[in-house]
Nanobody, 126 residues
Framework: QVQLVESGGGLVQAGGSLRLSCAASGRTFSSYAMGWFRQAPGKEREFVASISGIGGRLYYADSVKGRFTISRDNAKNTLYLQINRLKPEDTAVYYC???????????????????WGQGTQVTVSS
């Protein structure tokens, strides 16, 4: 059973930074892509970033390019999301996610992911 546990969220002022972590267990971490998504109140869950199993391919939503960095440490079974220059519109619950199978193209939509963490709240004050 794959388990994902996020941490690192919090309340931060606009322009600040946070580093989110996602600890994974239950299978060989490096064999699968991983992704970050977020969901703001009243909105659908949206793609933020994804990374291939070995970490060589990275994908970002246009809204976060240049400010967010996804990375992974396969030795620690941990996924990261470095968030810089935070904006109030980044306020959301952030989820890490994992697919149940391998993909040739790193997935970027929620429906391609089968395992989800409980989420960590990021709140940005103006």
């Amino acid at each position: 059973q794959v388990q994902l546990v996020e941490s690192g969220g919090g309340l931060v002022q606009a322009g600040g930074s946070l580093r989110l972590s996602c600890a994974a267990s239950g299978r060989t971490f490096s064999s699968y892509a991983m992704g970050w998504f977020r969901q703001a109140p009243g909105k659908e869950r949206e793609f933020v970033a994804s990374i291939s199993g070995i970490g060589g391919r990275l994908y970002y939503a246009d809204s976060v390019k240049g400010r967010f960095t996804i990375s992974r440490d396969n030795a620690k079974n941990t996924l990261y999301l470095q968030i810089n220059r935070l904006k109030p519109e980044d306020t959301a619950v952030y989820y890490c996610a994992a697919p149940s199978r391998s993909f040739i193209v790193v997935p970027t939509t929620p429906k391609e992911y089968d395992y989800w963490g409980q989420g960590t709240q990021v709140t940005v004050s103006s």
